[in-house]
């Protein structure tokens, strides 16, 4: 199973504050995923990586962004932090060779926006 | 499009009992299957995977499921549920973008 590290596990933060939420693997897996989820909810893929400087938007229209400048680092940003970004997310990775879709998840952060 | 569906919103059972957690998939191929749990505050864990061969596939935990394709059906099983069994259960399909397609999940409560 891959090792993979979210920071902040929670986080309560005013409107307009600027935020990056940590995720990081430590298997050199290439493809890596961040999932949002309300309470109660589904997970909703909003952004995905297949490596270094690779980076597509996911299903679910987010405001956030994403880089992947280094192969075990897939930070999210949100530039202006919003109520309606309170939520729970999840970051993924895929093992090497892929092994069609078997992801590992991360604790998650749960984000708080006031 | 592909989709998944977990009809029961909610489940209880007494501890020791079994357990059928449902899961019905739409999709055009082969589907390659999933189920996960989550502790309340935590990720997910994966149960078990149904990639291909042996319909009936055995996971952590004492869990097991059987893909009927027929049924288009993936649905989770234990023999005997425990206490600490409580928590949400996702099923999910991977489609060839190499992407998951999870299911509104199911939460499971055990009462002693």
């Known amino acids: 199973e891959a090792d993979i590290y979210q920071t902040p596990r929670y986080l309560v933060i005013g409107t307009g504050k600027k935020i990056t939420l940590e995720c990081s693997q430590t298997?050199?897996?290439?493809?890596m995923y961040w999932y949002q989820q309300d309470p109660g909810m589904e997970l909703h893929l909003i952004h995905y990586s297949y490596g270094v400087n690779s980076t597509e938007k996911g299903d679910l229209s987010s405001e956030s962004t994403v880089s992947r400048i280094r192969t075990e680092h897939f930070p999210l940003t949100l530039e202006s932090a919003r109520p309606s970004h309170t939520s729970q997310y999840l970051c993924?990775?895929?093992?090497?060779?892929?092994?069609?879709?078997?992801?590992?998840f991360g604790p998650g952060t749960r984000l708080t926006v006031l | 499009a592909q989709s998944v569906t977990q009809p029961d919103i909610h489940i209880t059972v007494s501890e020791g009992a079994s357990l059928e957690l449902r899961c019905n998939y739409s999709?055009?191929?082969?589907?390659?299957l999933f189920w996960y749990v989550q502790s309340p505050g935590q990720g997910l864990q994966l149960l078990l995977k149904y990639f291909s061969g042996d319909t009936l596939v055995q996971g952590i935990k004492g869990f097991e499921a059987e893909f009927k394709r027929s049924q288009s059906s993936f649905n989770l099983r234990k023999p005997s549920v425990h206490w600490s069994d409580a928590a949400e259960y996702f099923c999910a399909v991977g489609t060839n973008t190499d992407k998951l397609i999870f299911g509104t999940g199911t939460r499971l409560q055990v009462f002693p």
């Open positions: 993924a990775s895929n093992p090497n060779p892929p092994k069609a879709n078997e992801q590992f």
């Open positions: 298997m050199g897996h290439d493809k």
């Open positions: 999709y055009g191929a082969t589907p390659y």
